[in-house]
């Protein structure tokens, strides 16, 4: 693990990796974060940010919602995903590094609509994602 990215806003790991505009890139050396910085994503969305976060030399992404396609073009560029998170950025990085994370390895979001009983990340709403209401089928957490 050398470069960590996180989508975030406002402190806060961002609950859908396809509709980010930034990500915190951290740099890891020796166990911990030796820096950061923020990367903004200039509009680029979903699969094409897998080739985003390979170009900043990022190999390991931590996300709160994440879509299919998202999570095998991630797949296929080598990079480690740890889904299903919420909260401070910091704190999950912090806590990767510690072995302590609490993350969902099956967080997948569709676009329109999700299995029973299913929320995708920390969606706040889901009509802040431009799709309209009922993107998570109301079951957004």
Same mark, same amino acid.
């Given at each position: 693990?050398?470069?960590? $990215?996180?989508?975030?806003?406002?402190?806060? =790991?961002?609950? /859908?990796?396809?509709?980010?505009?930034?990500?915190?890139?951290? &740099?890891?050396?020796?166990?911990? =974060?030796?820096?950061? &910085?923020?990367? *903004?994503?200039? #509009?680029?969305? /979903?699969? $094409?940010?897998?080739?985003? +976060?390979?170009?900043?030399?990022?190999? &390991?992404?931590?996300? !709160?919602?994440?879509?299919?396609? $998202?999570?095998?073009?991630?797949?296929?560029?080598?990079? $480690?995903?740890? *889904? !299903? =998170?919420?909260? *401070?950025?910091?704190?999950? =990085?912090?806590?990767? +590094?510690? #072995?302590?994370?609490?993350?969902?390895?099956?967080?997948?979001?569709?676009?329109?609509? /999700?299995?029973?009983?299913?929320?995708?990340?920390?969606?706040?709403?889901?009509?802040?994602?431009?799709?309209?209401?009922? /993107?998570?089928?109301?079951?957004?957490?």
């Amino acid at each position: 693990m050398n470069k960590i $990215a996180v989508p975030y806003e406002n402190g806060q =790991v961002y609950g /859908h990796f396809g509709h980010t505009s930034q990500f915190k890139l951290y &740099t890891v050396k020796d166990g911990t =974060v030796a820096g950061s &910085t923020l990367a *903004p994503t200039l #509009g680029q969305g /979903h699969g $094409a940010l897998a080739g985003f +976060l390979l170009a900043h030399g990022v190999d &390991t992404l931590i996300c !709160g919602g994440i879509g299919g396609g $998202a999570r095998q073009a991630l797949a296929e560029a080598g990079i $480690a995903l740890y *889904p !299903g =998170v919420a909260g *401070p950025a910091d704190d999950a =990085v912090a806590a990767l +590094l510690a #072995g302590t994370l609490a993350y969902d390895p099956d967080t997948v979001c569709a676009h329109h609509s /999700h299995g029973e009983g299913h929320h995708c990340g920390s969606h706040e709403n889901c009509a802040g994602h431009g799709e309209g209401q009922g /993107h998570c089928g109301g079951s957004c957490g």
